[in-house]
């Protein structure tokens, strides 16, 4: 069992950081308010069910995480939803689900498939496991599509390297673009792609500043493992950081990244 963000405890708080901050642009379009039983498959150190607890009062969720590091400081952040009977947790591995086949009314799926071998083993199991006319909604990644003013070499290059690590470790930097295809092979219905872009530039600085930190914090998760792979030298990452502090400052800079946004239905 490898994972490109490792399990540390600085990155389970960044799970939970990451969450709460891009929280407006996540949940924009959500609607579960009719749903009971949902469906969280990765849900990790249980961030976004958190949320989803919070924005729809009536769900019960059941979260599914093949990590027990990750498991284990979910039930202590869902403690009382937990013991309310709100939330159940299971250590299973995504790509062999083993639940209630039709027992769900929807499924949420958030920064997950990137880490995936098989997505589309997951996309079937999961639509197994939903009742006819169910939907699912996807949130994913589509590396791609980031772009920093001014430019930034060493930060490119360790984007790179970020994202090749990522895929020789069989997981899918880019999956987003790949939402629409691996839903309608999955048997999927009614299949929506879109792209949220995260667009910051000196319209509104504070802002930019606050996106080009957060994202940075996404590439240094992954520098542990860059390091140990001799992937990036410690003077690239050096530069990196300069690069970063000059951005953030920077009259005119731009931050630009777009995610993607799927649903479907049984
Ligand atoms: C980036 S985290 C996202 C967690 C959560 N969805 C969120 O947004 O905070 C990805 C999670 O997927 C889990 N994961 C990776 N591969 C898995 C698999 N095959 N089956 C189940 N969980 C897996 C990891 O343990 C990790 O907790």
Redesign the pocket.
């Known amino acids: 069992m490898d994972?490109l963000?490792g399990?540390d405890s600085k990155e389970q708080d960044r799970?939970?950081h990451?969450?709460q901050f891009l929280e407006p642009y996540v949940y924009t379009g959500v609607d579960f308010k009719k749903v009971n039983r949902l469906l969280?498959?990765?849900?990790?150190?249980g961030?976004?069910s958190k949320i989803l607890l919070k924005r729809f009062p009536k769900i019960q969720i059941t979260g599914?995480?093949?990590?027990s590091a990750?498991l284990h400081v979910a039930a202590q952040y869902l403690k009382r939803p937990i013991s309310d009977g709100r939330v159940h947790l299971l250590q299973?591995?995504?790509?062999r689900l083993d639940l209630v086949y039709k027992k769900y009314d929807a499924a949420f799926?958030?920064?997950?498939l990137e880490?995936?071998p098989e997505p589309l083993k997951?996309l079937k199991q999961v639509r197994k496991h939903l009742k006819p006319g169910a939907q699912i909604v996807l949130t994913e990644v589509f590396n791609q599509a980031l772009f920093m003013e001014p430019y930034s070499p060493n930060y490119l290059k360790y984007w790179f390297e970020f994202n090749e690590l990522q895929w020789t470790m069989k997981g899918h930097p880019f999956i987003g673009a790949q939402l629409g295809h691996l839903l309608k092979e999955a048997g999927f219905k009614s299949i929506n792609v879109e792209f949220r872009p995260l667009h910051f530039d000196s319209r509104d600085p504070k802002q930019r500043a606050e996106f080009i930190e957060f994202f940075f914090q996404i590439l240094l998760s992954a520098e542990p493992k860059l390091r140990d792979k001799n992937k990036v030298s410690e003077d690239m990452v050096r530069q990196m950081y300069k690069e970063v502090e000059i951005a953030k400052k920077a009259k005119d800079s731009v931050f630009f990244y777009s995610f993607a946004r799927a649903t479907a239905i049984r």
């Not at 299973?92 to 790509?95: F, G, K, R, S």
């Not at 799926?109 to 997950?112: A, E, G, M, Q, S």
């Open positions: 994972y963000h399990f799970l939970i990451q969450a969280e498959v990765g849900c990790g150190v961030a976004q599914v995480d093949f990590s990750q299973q591995d995504a790509q799926l958030c920064w997950f880490h995936v997951v």
